[in-house]
Nanobody, 128 residues
Framework: QVQLVESGGGLVQAGDSLRLSCAGS????????MGWFRQLPGKEREFVAG????????YYADSVKGRFTISRDNAKNTVYLQMNSLKPEDTAVYYC?????????????????????WGQGTQVTVSS
């Protein structure tokens, strides 16, 4: 099973940008669709963005569409989340995970129950 480690979080002001990274080790990282999720204070974890195994297909939550971009570099076993025009409501712990049913598939699925190998998360705080 792949192990995932997120990094890149921090404290920023509204309108700023951050790039999160998710580094994978072990397992077959490059064959699987990957996703970013976030958990806002006091709320359930929610899907943010997903990318298919070769980077050819992406899917975004409406709340981040047009502001966030997910990408991956399979040679580096890393998935990225570029976050622009950050808002205070983006404040959350951000997690990456593997879609264990999404091996070499085109369609990205947002259903959290499909995902495993969760990282420890990285905190993003956006001040107004």
């Amino acid at each position: 099973q792949v192990q995932l480690v997120e990094s890149g979080g921090g404290l920023v002001q509204a309108g700023d940008s951050l790039r999160l990274s998710c580094a994978g080790s072990g397992g077959t990282f490059s064959s699987y669709n990957m996703g970013w999720f976030r958990q806002l204070p006091g709320k359930e974890r929610e899907f943010v963005a997903g990318i298919n195994w070769n980077g050819g297909s992406t899917y975004y939550a409406d709340s981040v569409k047009g502001r966030f971009t997910i990408s991956r570099d399979n040679a580096k076993n890393t998935v990225y989340l570029q976050m622009n025009s950050l808002k205070p409501e983006d404040t959350a712990v951000y997690y990456c995970a593997r879609d264990r049913f999404g091996r070499m598939t085109w369609v990205v699925v947002a259903t959290e129950q499909r995902y495993d190998s969760w990282g420890q998360g990285t905190q993003v705080t956006v001040s107004s």
